[in-house]
């Protein structure tokens, strides 16, 4: 894992070249689009004449609709009332809350007590040992861990990257213990592994956000709330990778180990969990990266921190201020990641016996966390507690100043091509704005329609299913008009998305220098917090859904390209040589070699550039975006549950019908 | 990953084909036994709000997104914190979501309240008796609609609610269509203007930045290009200082004539912000509680600091330190 991962990272189980064999309906040569849909298309013809009658072609007919705003404010008046009296909340919920509260808050005190200087040579030296005492990797590791320390300090957030670490270890390792529990059930028992593939996959596609209202409503703001989103979230990559090693287990080791007569537990301790342990790291990795960039986004609801910092900053619009709070965030994520990454690839090679035995094992742990103390107890009575604010740059007047230039020059006035916000008018008023008044004029029946017969035609008829009662769900809920709006937008931004990334896909995987040149921006660009993107794109683009749009195809768009890139980079190299031999030009092979046989990859490319920009829908709340976006928003901000839980899940349901209709590989697997 | 086996019969009959089921369940069950313990080996929890919080010398002020707040905040935490040697600390919350923290005891007080929650005041101050009013914060806000100067001296009568219709191409964007666009700013913020403009016939649509982030910067660039604009807007504001604005003359206010939130058609009210507090902290605060409550200062004052923020770029923290140590005959006057 060099790479840094996105906030919802494509899930192995889901690997896009396993298309297995041709589907039968592919391989006639009758109309097999027309086969596949026969039987929906008979339904229809029977039921949307019905449905048309009795209650119009228009928007989503008020008659089937269902008041849930109303319970859910009562449900949080009831709440707010009843937490300090209500066993539910004596016995259960406030015991979880104050757990939290005192947990996080007993490990920032215990990790800003101890200093700057000891807190970093332990990490500088945990990261070394990991790596290896011996190689050349563990070295480097430290090298990364020391700046990456330093460089948090040099910008003056010491103490916020100090909360922001607290929240991370006590969410990873409580998401650790509760996503291996499920992955250890997932991976000994079908029964247990049915239920809980879909909900980690519907889990999956849910936006970070969709997270916090529910957890806001029982726990209100604050702390709680934001570590209970961030393990629930970071969970189920744990809980998948788990399983999934588990259920991968050598049949002939497993075997010769029962032939051994080993009892069930040993061989679970002895054999399957240790040939586990890669894809368990691996999980480890990728729930870390997730709980990081949701340690971000929590502290919409007050989770302190890095977060709070990039927050406070933006509300005297200072993008430098904000960045250098964004900064450390990145930095971190690299620590963690490559950290990781360095302990699951040991743990394949296996020890090295020419080493010297002092810095292995046992003695080498020993080793390291003697020479931590004595360094960190030297260390902590030379210098003082705090980050000296002597080693302190402030970066943010300079990036302001540089922002204002780029924005300035950027946004109008360039010759000929008119300047960003010229772009953007131009975006909302020819694309969105047709976009939106097309599908508000698309009578509601075809829409659930359509959704039901792209689900079919992309994973069959469970997708169909889902597809097409999330379809009908939103209008139940009574939030038609928005979702189409966020529908239109989201559409809109996928569109781009798809355009930029595979156009820029294709140069990378062709030209190994951009690609080296891309790989640390597209780093930086999937774990700098999306709040830091708020006021350039304002400034480009001016507020409103193009503004929104762009903040998504950003986000999104990391992602895109190295889905591309790496699916372009896998077709056999035989069949482009071929192409080539024959005299096929760059097009031609681009065109009829590479993309044909990328095409799974670019499917999940599509799929995750759809997932993405949708989990951008609220950022771009906080842009203009109007519709769902903004009802989030106001929801967190005005504790409007009614109204803020209803676009939440209305986000969700689209994301549902997005994903179903666009994943193609699902089919294939065999998986509902 | 180690766990106790809680059912030792296992190891006794190793029989292949059972194993796995016996594993899940065996791991269902530990898992049922620690939650059980965990759900009944303590009594109740304790609510936060009852505690002791608040006497311990340490207090806890929400700071609101905006910066006159924070500026409030942060002069109240320097003079706590250096002359009364009460800790404080400040997080941030949002007006509504920050009365669920006094009424939980989170926070110990909010010192700018522009009475955006009404029924959260209802609910914990009259009703549940967890909040109380703290008083004048001594600065008083207004809310309005407002244009660039340089558009007030183009077109004068601009200023006026009856002539907008009349320039409202001034204000089209792609967003708002064919009507004119009134900027609004964060959700969280309070505003009739959707009202207004239905019970005033304007042809007006209000489009939301979102956040006050994405409005201030959509403003500065406007200013900038020296672009019409009208924006929702409020005074006091540190921006105030960086962009010359005019307020446009809405009906004008009468007592109650905002009361029913469907049918409002006059400007705002002038509000005296408020300062709330959590009761136990007003009981059990001592000092700090009562240098909280005399804490009152002007506009001018607090834009003193409130620009040193945002305009400087200082730390919250060090401006502070600069007014009050420029200002003693004022705070004096608040401690206890």
């Known amino acids: ?279 368990i790291l691996l ?173 079919l035609l992309a994973g069959g008829w469970g997708a169909m299913a889902t597809a097409a009662v999330s379809m009908a769900g939103i209008g139940v809920i009574d939030v038609w008009n928005n979702s189409l709006d966020t529908l239109s937008q989201a559409i809109a931004g996928v569109v781009v998305t798809l355009l930029l990334g595979f156009l820029v896909g294709v140069v990378a995987a062709r030209v190994p220098v951009v690609e080296r040149v891309l790989r640390p921006l597209l780093d930086t660009m999937q774990t700098l917090p999306q709040f830091i993107y708020l006021i350039p794109v304002v400034a480009l683009f001016n507020v409103g859904r193009s503004a929104a749009v762009a903040a998504a ?120 | 990953m180690r766990m106790k086996n809680p059912n030792p019969a296992g190891r006794k009959n190793p029989n292949p084909g059972g194993s796995r089921t016996r594993l899940t369940r065996a791991a269902g069950a530990a898992a049922v036994v620690l939650g059980l313990t965990g759900l009944t080996a303590c009594g109740a929890a304790d609510t936060g709000s009852s505690s002791s919080k608040g006497s311990s010398g340490s207090v806890t002020i929400a700071v609101p997104s905006w910066v006159g707040a924070e500026a409030n905040a942060a002069v109240a935490q320097y003079i706590l914190e250096n002359e009364l040697d009460t800790k404080a600390e400040l997080t941030q919350l949002d007006e509504s979501v920050a009365f669920d923290a006094l009424n939980s005891g989170k926070v110990d007080a909010i010192l700018e309240d522009w009475g955006g929650a009404p029924k959260k005041v209802d609910l914990y101050v009259e009703d549940k008796k967890t909040v109380v009013a703290g008083g004048d914060l001594g600065v008083v806000g207004h809310i309005g609609w407002f244009v660039p100067k340089y558009l007030a001296d183009e077109h004068p009568d601009i200023t006026d609610w009856k002539n907008l219709n009349k320039y409202k191409n001034l204000f089209k964007t792609a967003e708002s269509g064919d009507k004119g666009q009134l900027l609004e700013g964060s959700p969280s913020y309070t505003t009739n203007d959707d009202a207004i403009i239905k019970n005033l016939d304007l042809d007006y649509k209000t489009v939301y930045a979102g956040s006050e982030a994405a409005q201030i910067t959509q403003m500065k660039e406007n200013y900038k290009a020296k672009k019409p604009f009208i924006t929702y807007w409020w005074t006091p504001q540190w921006l105030n200082a960086q962009l010359d604005l005019v307020e446009v003359k809405l009906p004008e206010y009468k007592e109650g004539c905002d009361a029913e939130p469907e049918k409002v058609a006059c400007a705002y009210a002038q509000t005296p912000l408020q300062k709330y507090f959590n009761a136990d902290f007003t009981k059990e605060g001592g000092d700090a509680a009562q240098f909280l409550k005399n804490f009152n200062w002007t506009a001018e004052q607090q834009n003193v600091v409130a620009s040193m923020i945002a305009d400087e770029k200082m730390s919250s923290e060090a401006a502070a330190e600069k007014w009050v140590k420029a200002n003693k005959d004022v705070w004096q006057k608040w401690l206890p």
């Open chain 1, 1 to 279: 894992m060099s790479a840094v991962t996105t906030p919802a990272p494509p899930s192995p189980p889901r690997e896009p070249a396993k298309e297995r064999e041709p589907r039968p309906a592919r391989s006639r040569p009758a109309h097999p689009l027309l086969r596949r849909l026969l039987p929906l298309a008979v339904a229809a013809l029977v039921l949307v004449p019905v449905a048309a009658a009795l209650w119009g072609s228009g928007a989503w007919p008020s008659a089937l609709t269902a008041d849930v705003k109303t319970p859910l404010d009562d449900a949080y008046a009831w709440v707010v009332r009843n937490r300090d009296t209500s066993p539910v909340f004596l016995y259960f919920l406030l015991h979880l809350s104050n757990w939290s509260d005192s947990s996080v808050s007993w490990m920032t005190d215990l990790l800003v007590n101890i200093g700057w200087f000891p807190v970093t040579v332990g990490a500088v030296l945990l990261s070394w040992r990991i790596g290896g005492l011996q190689s050349r990797r563990g070295l480097k590791l430290a090298g990364i861990t020391l700046a990456s320390f330093a460089m948090c300090g040099v910008l003056g957030m010491w103490e916020a990257t100090m909360e922001t670490l607290a929240l991370m270890a006590i969410a990873v390792t409580v998401s650790a213990v509760i996503g291996g529990l499920l992955g250890l059930g997932g991976g000994l028992s079908d029964r247990f592994e049915k239920i809980l593939r879909p909900v980690l996959d519907t889990m999956q596609i849910m936006p970070a956000f969709a997270y916090l209202l529910p957890l806001v409503l029982l726990f209100g703001i604050g702390v709680p709330s934001a570590l209970i989103a961030t393990i629930v979230y970071a969970a189920p990559p744990m809980a998948r990778l788990t399983a999934l090693g588990l259920r991968g287990a050598d049949a002939g080791v497993m075997e010769a180990a029962r032939s051994l007569g080993a009892s069930p537990w040993q061989r679970l301790l002895t054999a399957r969990l240790p040939l586990a342990r890669k894809e």
């Open chain 1, 283 to 455: 999980g480890l990795n990728q729930t870390i990266m997730m709980a990081l960039s949701m340690v971000t986004i929590a502290s919409v609801v007050g989770a302190g921190g890095l977060g709070e910092e990039v927050f406070q900053a933006l509300s005297t619009v200072d993008v430098g201020r904000a960045l250098a709070a964004g900064i450390p965030i990145v930095l971190l994520a690299v620590w963690l990641d490559r950290t990781t990454a360095a302990a699951g690839d040991r743990l394949g090679e296996g020890s090295d016996p020419s080493a010297v035995r002092l810095l292995h094992g046992l003695r080498g742990w020993s080793l390291t966390a003697g020479v931590g103390v004595v360094v960190s107890a030297v260390g902590a009575a030379l210098l003082i507690e705090e980050w000296p604010e002597a080693w302190t740059v402030d970066i943010s007047q300079p990036v302001n100043r540089a922002m204002d230039w780029f924005t300035g020059h950027l946004a109008e006035g360039v010759p000929v091509l008119g300047g960003t916000r010229t772009w953007a008018d131009g975006f909302t008023t020819w694309v969105l704005d047709p976009l939106r008044d097309g599908l508000t004029a698309t009578p509601w029946w075809l829409l659930v329609l359509v959704a039901a017969a792209l689900g």
């Open chain 1, 553 to 672: 195809v950003l986000y999104a768009l990391p992602a895109v390209i190295r889905i591309t890139v790496q699916g372009l980079r896998q077709v056999d190299p035989a069949a482009l040589e071929a192409s080539r031999s024959l005299g096929a030009g760059t097009f031609q092979q681009i065109r009829q070699v590479q993309v044909p046989l990328a095409r799974p990859a670019l499917m999940l490319a599509l799929n995750q550039g759809v997932v993405l920009v949708l989990a951008m829908v609220i950022i771009g709340g906080f842009v203009g975006s109007g519709a769902l976006g903004y009802d989030v928003v106001f929801g967190l901000q005005k504790s409007a549950l009614g109204t803020g839980l209803t676009a939440g899940v209305a986000i969700v349901l689209l994301g549902l019908v997005l994903d179903r209709t666009t994943q193609r590989t699902r089919a294939a697997t065999g998986a509902p």
